[in-house]
């Protein structure tokens, strides 16, 4: 299995650098690695979770975006994740459980990840936590020089309520990242009603 997992690993990666993936300069470094080893220390934490399901979900949960940003929610995308691992040769029982998953994951605005496998809340918890460190939001500004700056900080604004209200579900996650979050809603003119007593 190890071998299985790696190979998805450097597949993912491979594809990440594709010139035409909008993120293709900075995601591995500065995502998809971070997301890992976030998930990985979880496992240590959720030792009931299998490392191999987590491991599996943290480098196919944004496979579909590499693929193709625009469709990437579309059915067809997940078929598509099914293909790599089913040529990269998983156990047809292990990719069923992987897409299964990976659904429960993407459907975090309808679904309650409280109540999801635990290996859905350490994947889902680790992706929101990691676009709290690093070069994430900034990049967006980057990424998209057509949005006015009101656009560009209120999109980012979404994005921080979003991940912190339907994606990080595991307490340890919470606490860890609190003041992150605080910090990066600042950073989003959420500002305190006052900073000296």
Known sequence: ??????????????????????HHAWFVDFHLLFVEKLAMELCDIY???????????????????ILDKSREHEAEMLERSRELMMEIGFPVEFINKILEYLE???????????IAPIEVKIASSSDAASHLVGPFYSIYFWENPGKTVPELVQSNRNKLIKDWNRKVVLPEVRKAFESKHSFMMEQ????????FS
């Not at 030792?47 to 975006?65: G, Q, S, T």
């Not at 459907?107 to 309650?112: G, I, Q, R």
């Open 47 to 65: 030792k009931e979770a299998d490392k191999d399901i987590v491991f599996a979900l943290v480098w196919i949960h944004d496979y579909a975006k």
């Open 104 to 114: 429960i994951f993407e459907s975090k605005m309808t679904v309650d990840l409280n």
């Open 1 to 22: 299995m190890e071998k299985l997992l790696q190979n998805l690993k450097a597949k993912v990666i491979e594809k990440s650098k594709n010139p035409d993936f909008i």
């Open 188 to 195: 989003t003119a959420d500002f305190p009603d006052k900073y």
